[in-house]
């Protein structure tokens, strides 16, 4: 009963790498299925971040009647009360932000604070806020920029 016996080990080499082959399948199919359950997870968090926050945020960023963005330097000098905790946001005094120069400044930090891309591996929340401040700042200073 030795006849084949070489070729054996051909064929646990062939099984090995099938094996091998399946196993990377495997991970990457693991891989794609955590990301998708994170995504997932992260819309979840957002959806409850936004039912948490969402009148809050807007009540900070928008008129009474909901209609419009509130001025560029009110969002401004109102900003410490609509960050996450730890941003290292410092407040804005309103009568810091009288000449365009310095609005335009004080815009430019808090747009680099809350842009989206530096939120990606932030909480839900923080990256809810981050995305609802971004916006109304930019919203904000279209229309102070149209003044």
Request: aromatic share 6%; hydrophobic share 35%; with cysteine.
């Amino acid at each position: 009963g030795h006849v084949g016996g070489g070729g054996g080990s051909r064929q646990e080499l062939v099984e090995k790498r099938l094996a091998e082959e399946q196993s990377r399948v495997k991970d990457a199919m693991d891989k794609h299925t955590t990301q998708r359950a994170n995504e997932d997870a992260m819309k979840a968090g957002k959806l409850k971040a936004w039912a948490k926050l969402g009148a809050e945020l807007d009540k900070w960023s928008r008129t009474p009647d909901g209609q419009n963005w509130k001025e560029i330097r009110t969002l401004l000098s109102t900003m410490h009360e609509a960050v996450w905790p730890d941003s290292g946001w410092k407040p804005v005094k309103l009568s810091e932000l009288l000449a365009p120069a310095a609005i335009k400044k004080a815009y430019r930090k808090a747009i680099i604070l809350t842009h989206p891309d530096r939120h990606q591996e932030a909480d839900a929340e923080q990256q809810f806020r981050a995305e609802r401040i971004f916006q109304a700042l930019n919203e904000a200073f279209k229309a102070f920029g149209d003044c």
